[in-house]
């Protein structure tokens, strides 16, 4: 575990031993985690307040084995991406929707959320601390990763008595082996993601843990992902294990298999994937291929778009863009 005496000096003396400029293969970063520097840490306990939190060295922590979080899976977690400015500075991307995304799990969970200020606040300290990992403009991002869990024991099923709050980064290139060329996907009907009434609106763990079968069969056929259709008909599209799916159809409606197949041209997003283009879906043993093999005109100007506001390349309009 982490002690509170003494972080800071360890703190200190391991920033000055190591280079200011971390030493990787920025060139060949996929989407493995890369141990950094510093993580974050704050807890709460039952007065539902979140302690000041600290920047600790990086590395194990330690729980109770009758942690909620460990017994019942009373936990959720975040994802977003600091990206290096040509100027050299920082940028984040609105973090403070992940905050609220937190807070809106941690009410369906029965947790207690940071707040707003608190999360975003993290996420810069964290960042800060391991700004020599942030990788060159172009290179990739520097990966965020907020956690909450409930960490008290509990034995019974309940709410855990006290929750952890972390954040560890990792510098990441593209998420999917193919790199900026098309995935294939393949659409499982007999594994759901979501059901109604279930936890598929938040960001919960387990909601990741439950499709890990499902991907693994479409990695073992060669597949880069799964599409899932909703629980209730079997027809309609909800999303892929690691992010979102759009066809392209400005609409934001209920769109069914059958649609999905007659689209021009489809991609995926997420804060990992960013906007990936789907080059085949195949459903029911029946493939079907999307832009011949190359990226389409909609997928390459969203990714454009989105990844030069992300680095600072373009004039941010829309004020998402939180520079350290
Ligand atoms: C996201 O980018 O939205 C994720 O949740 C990514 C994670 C599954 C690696």
């Not at 390459?300 to 941010?316: I, R």
Request: aromatic share 10%; with cysteine; proline share 5%.
């Amino acid at each position: 575990g982490h002690s509170s005496t003494g972080c800071h000096a360890s703190l200190a003396t391991s920033y000055m031993e190591t280079s200011a400029v971390a030493d990787l293969d920025w060139e060949n970063l996929g989407f493995g985690l890369v141990h950094t520097d510093f993580m974050y840490i704050a807890k709460c306990g039952p007065d539902g307040n979140f302690s000041k939190g600290e920047v600790v060295p990086f590395g194990p922590i330690e729980v109770s084995p009758s942690a909620g979080v460990l017994n019942y899976g009373q936990g959720l977690f975040e994802g977003l991406k600091a990206y290096r400015k040509t100027d050299g500075s920082i940028l984040l991307f609105r973090p403070e929707e992940n905050a609220t995304r937190m807070r809106d799990g941690a009410e369906r969970m029965c947790m207690p959320a940071p707040t707003v200020e608190q999360f975003v606040d993290a996420v810069k300290q964290t960042v800060l601390a391991n700004k020599r990992w942030v990788p060159p403009t172009g290179k990739g991002s520097l990966y965020i990763r907020p956690l909450l869990m409930g960490s008290g024991a509990v034995l019974g099923l309940a709410p855990a008595p006290e929750y952890t709050f972390m954040i560890f980064v990792s510098p990441v290139g593209n998420y999917f082996k193919e790199g900026l060329a098309p995935i294939n996907l393949i659409i499982e009907d007999n594994f759901h993601r979501a059901a109604p009434g279930g936890t598929g609106g938040v960001k919960t763990i387990g909601n990741y843990a439950s499709v890990l079968k499902a991907q693994r069969i479409a990695k073992e056929k060669g597949y880069s992902d799964v599409l899932y259709l909703d629980a209730v008909h079997n027809k309609y599209l909800e999303e892929v294990s690691s992010c979102n799916i759009f066809i392209v159809k400005v609409e934001e409606r209920h769109v069914s298999v059958d649609e999905l197949l007659e689209a021009d041209e489809v991609f995926c997003t997420g804060t990992a994937v960013v906007v990936s283009p789907v080059g085949s879906i195949t459903y029911q043993g029946k493939r079907v291929e999307y832009g011949n093999q190359g990226v389409g005109v909609v997928s390459q100007q969203l990714y454009t778009s989105l990844t030069s506001l992300q680095m600072g390349h373009v004039e941010d309009c829309m004020g998402w863009t939180v520079e350290l």
